[in-house]
């Protein structure tokens, strides 16, 4: 609508302006027409009357004449005729000057002079005048006329200039751009039928098929992305399944054994041929089964139960430096000294402390397990910029790194990628559960971080712990 | 079962079945000791794969020339009880092999009968039914010796 408007007032413009100028050329040149028409009656006149005049001078005296010049002033309506002594400004020359002087309204008089030069007759010539007001007037009409008809003609030109523009470009352009906007809000169905052969059409014919191709792009990435939930969706009962079986294998393995023991045990005392005593020691050892039985369902339970995590601001520094603490006498009975680093400053993040702590504490125990009397436990805490590892669905940014490093035994390459594996141990049977690297994985994740190995066999190992620093609010 | 164990102990002690045994689980290997011997076998015990190589290699540790049949666990620190096998075939070791696992896994199960394992136990199993397992892989070792006059 706009744009029609635009391109017809665009186009009338200079057609108005030519329209202005001609009509002014026109109008000038009626009014010299008109003026050289008036100048030449008003000549002939006074060739007519001059030699008539200058007769009666010559016979009958000045007077005389002065009497038929005012006759003729009376005859010949409109014009007036009189006599002006004096020279004319023609010099010798008898011929008529032609002036036209400005008179009053606007409306100038053609004015002639026909000098008389006659012997015993003054110089002087016959004057004669005419208002231009009838011409003027006419010329007013014509130019008027020619207004309004120019006028009307540029509105039927504005108006059908509208219409054409509104139909032709307003209306589909119109369309298109509803159609854009559709098409902008996701609405890919080709709905445009315009057959037109210009510009527009073509424009029109082209977003119908880019709307073909964008539905049948969008089609294409739904199908792409239910395939890949799909996909992901399997993976993940793989995994679950795959998480479940080498939980129930390692239940199977944890427990087979006092099972065992507790079985044979059982059926010795059933045998009824024991002495007292053996029977109440074969009792203490079913007993100890059972309670070694009792701890490790305790930390299956322990492992299933993570998740629920409490979190608020703590200061990771705090927690290191008590877990230190605590542990200490375990490091002392063992000879191995333990040392913090990069905990003089407090480490605010939301974490659950009781969770963070356990993480903690099983890698500071694993840590001093495996280094022998008189070696040495690092805990150090630092800020770092980090990537997780390729799967992790943690986010590259700003962590607390945490590393708990010992001289120890270090991990063999085969065992480093199942030390997370739930009940994998290479502890001795009853000394550990085979969960605790199982539960901290478990509960890095759920804050949000992860927990990266790099071990040398003989050498030591260094389990790094990364949390993500909560961004300042 | 008591027809079982009577059966070895009318054995001459010097003819006892000699069994060399490997559990890392100190309650397991007790147990083990303490029924094999009531049946009349001698009994020599280590605590994982490792030291059984160790023994097996270095004759002079155990208190006998050889073992007539091995009892070994198949998860234990260090070798693994399949490691300690492969390694016995390898060296052409032909004494009868008895696994004990946790894991019933058939893919465990069919190693183990490709390396070469007389039986396979699942933990938790009855001890009886490993007295009935000693008492055939013992016989047949024994047939297959010329032996059988020794078990009857």
């Given at each position: 609508m706009r744009l029609a408007r635009k391109i017809t007032l665009l186009f009338l413009v200079p057609f108005v302006a030519l329209l202005l100028i001609f009509g002014v050329r026109t109008a000038r040149r009626e009014i010299g027409i008109y003026e050289a028409q008036v100048s030449t009656d008003l000549v002939l006149t006074g060739r007519a009357l001059r030699p008539a005049f200058a007769e009666i001078w010559r016979l009958e005296g000045e007077a005389r004449a002065l009497e038929v010049l005012a006759a003729a002033d009376k005859d010949v309506s409109e014009v007036e005729v009189r006599w002006v002594r004096?020279?004319?400004?023609?010099g010798a020359s008898d011929g008529p000057i032609v002036q036209i002087r400005p008179g009053g309204g606007g409306v100038g008089r053609a004015v002639v002079l026909l000098p008389v030069i006659e012997e015993r007759i003054p110089h002087g010539a016959i004057e004669l005048s005419r208002s231009l007001d009838r011409e003027a007037l006419l010329v007013r009409d014509v130019v008027r006329d020619k207004a309004l008809g120019t006028g009307s003609a540029l509105l039927g030109a504005i108006a059908i200039g509208g219409i054409i523009g509104t139909w032709f470009i307003g209306r589909p352009v119109r369309s298109l751009v509803l159609h854009a906007r559709r098409i902008g809000k996701?609405?890919?169905?080709?709905v445009l039928r315009d057959h037109r052969h210009d510009e527009l059409g073509e424009l029109a014919s082209d977003m119908n098929a880019m709307c073909g191709q964008l539905a049948g792009a969008r089609e294409t990435i739904r199908d792409e992305t239910e395939a890949r939930i799909r996909a992901l969706e399997q993976l993940r009962h793989a995994d679950r399944l795959s998480t479940v079986g080498k939980l129930a294998a390692g239940v199977a393995h944890e427990l087979g054994t006092p099972l065992n023991v507790v079985s044979g045990r059982a059926k010795m005392i059933t045998?009824?041929?024991?002495p007292p005593e053996a029977v109440a020691e074969n009792a203490t050892i079913i007993f100890g089964q059972a309670a070694r039985m009792t701890k490790i369902i305790r930390g299956l339970l322990d492992f299933a139960r993570q998740g629920a995590a409490n979190k608020a601001r703590t200061d990771l520094s705090a927690i290191a430096t008590n877990t230190l603490t605590l542990l200490a006498p375990l490091s002392r009975k063992r000879g191995v000294s333990m040392t913090i680093e990069g905990a003089a400053t407090p480490k605010l993040l939301e974490v659950d402390a009781g969770q963070i702590e356990q993480v903690l504490t099983n890698l500071i125990v694993n840590a001093v397990d495996a280094t022998p009397d008189g070696g040495a436990v690092l805990l150090r805490l630092a800020d770092e910029e980090a990537t997780p590892p390729a799967g992790d669905d943690a986010k590259p940014g700003l962590y607390l790194r945490l590393d708990v490093e010992d001289q120890g035994t270090g991990i063999p390459k085969d065992d480093l990628a199942r030390?997370?594996?739930?009940?994998?141990?290479?502890?001795?049977?009853?000394?550990?559960?085979?969960?605790g690297l199982s539960v901290a994985h478990g509960i890095v994740h759920d804050h949000g971080g992860w927990i990266a190995v790099e071990s040398e066999e003989r050498r030591g190992s260094r389990f790094s712990v990364y949390l993500p620093l909560s961004t300042p609010s | 079962m008591s027809a079982v164990r009577s059966r070895w102990r009318r054995l001459d002690p010097e003819q006892a079945p000699r069994i060399l045994l490997a559990e890392d689980d100190d309650e397991m290997r007790r147990l083990l000791e303490v029924e094999l011997r009531a049946d009349g076998h001698v009994v020599f015990s280590v605590r994982d794969g490792t030291e059984m190589l160790e023994v097996l290699s270095d004759?002079?540790?155990?208190?006998?020339?050889?073992?007539d049949v091995i009892v070994m666990d198949?998860?234990?620190?260090?070798?693994?009880g399949l490691h300690v096998l492969a390694a016995l075939r390898a060296a052409e070791w032909t004494t009868p092999v008895i696994l004990i696992t946790a894991f019933g896994e058939p893919r465990l199960h069919e190693q183990a009968a490709k390396l070469g394992a007389s039986v396979v136990f699942n933990k938790p199993f009855d001890v009886d039914d490993l007295r009935t397992a000693l008492l055939h892989v013992i016989g047949d070792k024994a047939m297959s010796s010329g032996e059988t006059k020794r078990i009857g």
């Amino acid at each position: 609508m706009r744009l029609a408007r635009k391109i017809t007032l665009l186009f009338l413009v200079p057609f108005v302006a030519l329209l202005l100028i001609f009509g002014v050329r026109t109008a000038r040149r009626e009014i010299g027409i008109y003026e050289a028409q008036v100048s030449t009656d008003l000549v002939l006149t006074g060739r007519a009357l001059r030699p008539a005049f200058a007769e009666i001078w010559r016979l009958e005296g000045e007077a005389r004449a002065l009497e038929v010049l005012a006759a003729a002033d009376k005859d010949v309506s409109e014009v007036e005729v009189r006599w002006v002594r004096g020279d004319s400004g023609g010099g010798a020359s008898d011929g008529p000057i032609v002036q036209i002087r400005p008179g009053g309204g606007g409306v100038g008089r053609a004015v002639v002079l026909l000098p008389v030069i006659e012997e015993r007759i003054p110089h002087g010539a016959i004057e004669l005048s005419r208002s231009l007001d009838r011409e003027a007037l006419l010329v007013r009409d014509v130019v008027r006329d020619k207004a309004l008809g120019t006028g009307s003609a540029l509105l039927g030109a504005i108006a059908i200039g509208g219409i054409i523009g509104t139909w032709f470009i307003g209306r589909p352009v119109r369309s298109l751009v509803l159609h854009a906007r559709r098409i902008g809000k996701g609405d890919f169905s080709p709905v445009l039928r315009d057959h037109r052969h210009d510009e527009l059409g073509e424009l029109a014919s082209d977003m119908n098929a880019m709307c073909g191709q964008l539905a049948g792009a969008r089609e294409t990435i739904r199908d792409e992305t239910e395939a890949r939930i799909r996909a992901l969706e399997q993976l993940r009962h793989a995994d679950r399944l795959s998480t479940v079986g080498k939980l129930a294998a390692g239940v199977a393995h944890e427990l087979g054994t006092p099972l065992n023991v507790v079985s044979g045990r059982a059926k010795m005392i059933t045998s009824g041929k024991l002495p007292p005593e053996a029977v109440a020691e074969n009792a203490t050892i079913i007993f100890g089964q059972a309670a070694r039985m009792t701890k490790i369902i305790r930390g299956l339970l322990d492992f299933a139960r993570q998740g629920a995590a409490n979190k608020a601001r703590t200061d990771l520094s705090a927690i290191a430096t008590n877990t230190l603490t605590l542990l200490a006498p375990l490091s002392r009975k063992r000879g191995v000294s333990m040392t913090i680093e990069g905990a003089a400053t407090p480490k605010l993040l939301e974490v659950d402390a009781g969770q963070i702590e356990q993480v903690l504490t099983n890698l500071i125990v694993n840590a001093v397990d495996a280094t022998p009397d008189g070696g040495a436990v690092l805990l150090r805490l630092a800020d770092e910029e980090a990537t997780p590892p390729a799967g992790d669905d943690a986010k590259p940014g700003l962590y607390l790194r945490l590393d708990v490093e010992d001289q120890g035994t270090g991990i063999p390459k085969d065992d480093l990628a199942r030390v997370f594996e739930p009940f994998f141990t290479t502890k001795d049977v009853g000394a550990g559960t085979g969960l605790g690297l199982s539960v901290a994985h478990g509960i890095v994740h759920d804050h949000g971080g992860w927990i990266a190995v790099e071990s040398e066999e003989r050498r030591g190992s260094r389990f790094s712990v990364y949390l993500p620093l909560s961004t300042p609010s | 079962m008591s027809a079982v164990r009577s059966r070895w102990r009318r054995l001459d002690p010097e003819q006892a079945p000699r069994i060399l045994l490997a559990e890392d689980d100190d309650e397991m290997r007790r147990l083990l000791e303490v029924e094999l011997r009531a049946d009349g076998h001698v009994v020599f015990s280590v605590r994982d794969g490792t030291e059984m190589l160790e023994v097996l290699s270095d004759a002079s540790r155990l208190p006998f020339t050889a073992p007539d049949v091995i009892v070994m666990d198949v998860r234990m620190p260090g070798y693994s009880g399949l490691h300690v096998l492969a390694a016995l075939r390898a060296a052409e070791w032909t004494t009868p092999v008895i696994l004990i696992t946790a894991f019933g896994e058939p893919r465990l199960h069919e190693q183990a009968a490709k390396l070469g394992a007389s039986v396979v136990f699942n933990k938790p199993f009855d001890v009886d039914d490993l007295r009935t397992a000693l008492l055939h892989v013992i016989g047949d070792k024994a047939m297959s010796s010329g032996e059988t006059k020794r078990i009857g």
